[in-house]
Nanobody
Framework: QVQLVESGGGLVQAGGSLRLSCAAS????????MGWFRQSPGKEREFVAA???????YYADSVKDRFTISRDNAKNTVYLQMNSLKPEDTTVYYC?????????????????WGQGTQVTVSS
C-alpha cells in the first residue's frame, strides 16, 4: 500500500505561482509513474501532468508551458510547479501513483490517490 500526501496549495493572484508537493510513504517504489489531476465540483477528474521513473513527462494541453512536473526519487516526492496561474486553474489538485509502467492520462490507470489540495487563483 502507498500513501500520498499533497501540500503546497493556497490562494494566489492571477499570474502568480505555486509549487505543489506530493510525499509518498508506505510500500513505495521510485519506479512508479506519478501523476497530477484536478477536479472541480460536479466535473470529472482531469489529467494535468505525469512523470515516469526516468523523468520523462507528459502534460495536458491546458497547462503545457505553464506547469512543470518533477520528482525526487530519493525523497519519494513529486512536485508540480505552476506558473502563470489563471482563475480557471482554481480547483482541488490530486496526486496519484500507478503500479504499471508508462505514462497514462486516465484516472482509472492510477492505483493510489492523495486527499487533494485546494488551489485558488484570484482575478
Amino acid at each position: 500500500q502507498v500513501q500520498l500526501v499533497e501540500s503546497g496549495g493556497g490562494l494566489v493572484q492571477a499570474g502568480g505561482s505555486l509549487r505543489l508537493s506530493c510525499a509518498a510513504s508506505g510500500r513505495t517504489s521510485s519506479n512508479y509513474p506519478m501523476g497530477w489531476f484536478r477536479q472541480s465540483p460536479g466535473k470529472e477528474r482531469e489529467f494535468v501532468a505525469a512523470i515516469n521513473w526516468d523523468g520523462s513527462t507528459y502534460y495536458a494541453d491546458s497547462v503545457k508551458d505553464r506547469f512543470t512536473i518533477s520528482r525526487d526519487n530519493a525523497k519519494n516526492t513529486v512536485y508540480l510547479q505552476m506558473n502563470s496561474l489563471k482563475p480557471e486553474d482554481t480547483t482541488v489538485y490530486y496526486c496519484a501513483a500507478r503500479r504499471g509502467f508508462g505514462l497514462r492520462v486516465g484516472e482509472g490507470d492510477y492505483d493510489y490517490w492523495g486527499q487533494g489540495t485546494q488551489v485558488t487563483v484570484s482575478s
